[in-house]
């Protein structure tokens, strides 16, 4: 399902767009949470449920002002929800994957493991199916926000190119800024991610109207980031949770080893992707997509 809302116009009403950009992303975490609950083999679906829940949230605060707060709110809420209730079993799945294709520079044990992970998948899967007794609820809510979206402001409703261009600079200053802190500092690194995300998420309700020659250009320049600190982000992310998985009293002798082994290896391929990116990442990069983005918008 496409992330881009098309045939829309700069002179188009706010609302409209709203209203377009939220049905087809609550269509999206419609499909993917049918088959996360009813085809667990197939991590896929597991994944597109929460970057389709991310992005419906983008789509709730991007348009804030025209949608029904209350209800805007409640349905925040809800996505959130749904989201935190298929991370488990989105560490799971990635974990599987990783041990599954990841080239290590020691050889480790992975069958023990990926039997462990594989249990705990399935001890995730109930809360991931109990989303179905909420799912009725919220897909009626999206469509009570859709329904009542309109202009709330005084006077006339802005066009949509214009009112773009102007909404794009928040989560653009945003990457910038966070661009510019210390990246050596994983903190700091986690930040400009996330904001980087922000500001894809941004474009992708913010550029309907462009070039999509443009659009795509900045789309690939942004994924390319995305990817590269994702990488970084997942190893952090495995290395934290192998070792707390080595606590816990199902994993004793043998297993708990390999795990804390594991979880070190992680670890250095963590600071191994970090100190490869902070020798490709620069201020020429940063002013590269800032570019890019403003001359999207030119006529």
């Given at each position: 399902?496409?992330?881009?809302?098309?045939?829309?116009r700069?002179t188009?009403?706010?609302?409209?767009?709203a209203?377009t950009?939220?049905?087809f992303?609550?269509?999206?975490?419609?499909?993917?949470?049918?088959?996360?609950?009813?085809?667990?083999?197939?991590?896929?679906y597991?994944?597109q449920?929460?970057?389709?829940?991310r992005?419906?949230?983008a789509a709730l605060?991007?348009?804030?002002?025209?949608?029904?707060?209350?209800?805007?709110?409640?349905?925040?809420?809800m996505?959130?929800?749904?989201r935190r209730?298929?991370?488990a079993?989105r560490d799971?799945?990635?974990m599987a994957?990783?041990?599954?294709?990841?080239?290590?520079?020691?050889?480790i044990?992975?069958?023990?493991?990926?039997?462990?992970?594989?249990?705990?998948r399935?001890?995730?899967q109930?809360?991931?199916?109990?989303l179905?007794?909420?799912?009725?609820d919220l897909?009626?809510?999206a469509?009570?926000?859709?329904?009542?979206?309109?202009?709330r402001?005084?006077?006339?409703?802005?066009s949509?190119?214009?009112?773009?261009?102007?909404?794009?600079?928040d989560?653009?200053?945003?990457?910038v800024?966070?661009s510019r802190?210390d990246?050596?500092?994983?903190t700091?690194?986690?930040k400009?991610?996330?904001?980087?995300?922000?500001?894809?998420?941004?474009v992708?309700l913010?550029?309907?109207?462009c070039?999509p020659k443009?659009?795509?250009?900045?789309?690939?320049?942004?994924?390319?980031?995305q990817?590269?600190l994702?990488d970084?982000?997942?190893?952090?992310a495995?290395s934290?949770l192998?070792n707390?998985?080595?606590?816990?009293?199902?994993?004793?002798?043998?297993?708990?080893?390999?795990l804390?082994?594991?979880?070190?290896l992680?670890?250095?391929?963590?600071?191994?992707g970090?100190?490869?990116?902070?020798?490709?990442?620069?201020?020429?990069r940063?002013?590269?997509?800032?570019?890019?983005?403003k001359?999207?918008?030119?006529?």
């Open positions: 399902m496409s992330k881009w809302v098309d045939r829309i700069a188009d009403a706010v609302h409209s767009v209203k950009a939220l049905k992303r609550i269509r999206a975490v419609k499909k993917n949470l049918a088959g996360a609950t009813t085809c667990p083999a197939e991590p896929e597991v994944h449920l929460r970057v389709a829940c992005r419906s949230n605060a991007t348009f804030q002002d025209w949608y029904p707060r209350a209800r805007r709110k409640r349905l925040r809420m996505l959130r929800d749904a209730a298929a991370g079993a799971l799945d990635v994957l990783r041990l599954g294709q990841c080239e290590y520079h020691v050889e044990d992975r069958e023990p493991l990926l039997q462990f992970i594989a249990q705990l399935l001890e995730a109930p809360p991931l199916e109990a179905n007794d909420t799912a009725d897909f009626q809510l469509k009570e926000v859709r329904r009542k979206t309109r202009w402001g005084q006077g006339q409703e802005p949509y190119g214009c009112w773009a261009e102007q909404a794009i600079r989560p653009l200053k945003s990457f800024d966070a802190c990246l050596s500092e994983l700091h690194l986690h400009f991610r996330i904001a980087g995300k922000r500001l894809r998420y941004a992708e913010l550029a309907c109207h070039s443009k659009r795509k250009q900045v789309g690939r320049d942004a994924a390319r980031i990817q590269r994702g970084i982000n997942d190893h952090a495995a934290a192998l707390q998985w080595s606590e816990s009293e199902t994993a004793r002798g043998t297993l708990e080893s390999e804390k082994r594991v979880a070190q992680e670890a250095d391929l963590a600071i191994t970090q100190v490869a990116f902070l020798k490709w990442w620069d201020e020429k940063a002013r590269s997509l800032k570019q890019a983005i001359k999207m918008y030119a006529t």
